[in-house]
């Protein structure tokens, strides 16, 4: 069976198609399905330098942060790293109110 190559670029995929093809490719759902049925509000932020920016600290930080407080908020596959970001700041503001 022969496979069809797609010539598209990536911004001309609908959202909704390239979730398919990411599930597809990695092997993970969209967070916005995950997270125990919680919704996700679609802020996602990616990799250790997009939680170093969520949370303004450093790569170190980030990465305790990562594996620690907001763990639920974080699917990895491999390297590939994606946290919901609006459900990793409640998970931060809980932790720190202890």
């Given at each position: 069976?022969?496979?069809?190559?797609?010539?598209?670029?990536?911004?001309e995929i609908p959202i909704e198609e390239?979730?398919?093809?990411?599930e597809?490719?990695?092997?993970?759902?969209?967070?916005?399905?995950?997270n125990n049925g919680r919704p996700s509000h679609g802020r996602l932020v990616f990799g250790l330098d997009?939680?170093?920016?969520?949370?303004?600290?450093s790569h170190k930080q980030a990465q305790?942060?990562?594996?620690?407080?907001?763990k639920?908020?974080?699917k990895q596959n491999g390297r590939k790293i994606v946290v919901d970001a609006d459900y990793a700041l409640e998970?931060?503001?809980?932790?720190?109110a202890k």
């Open positions: 069976m022969s496979k069809v190559l797609d010539t598209r670029l990536v911004g390239f979730w398919v093809l990411y597809q490719r990695y092997g993970v759902t969209p967070i916005s399905t995950q997009g939680i170093r920016e969520l949370f303004h600290c305790f942060y990562k594996d620690h407080v907001i639920e908020a974080v998970l931060f503001n809980e932790w720190r």
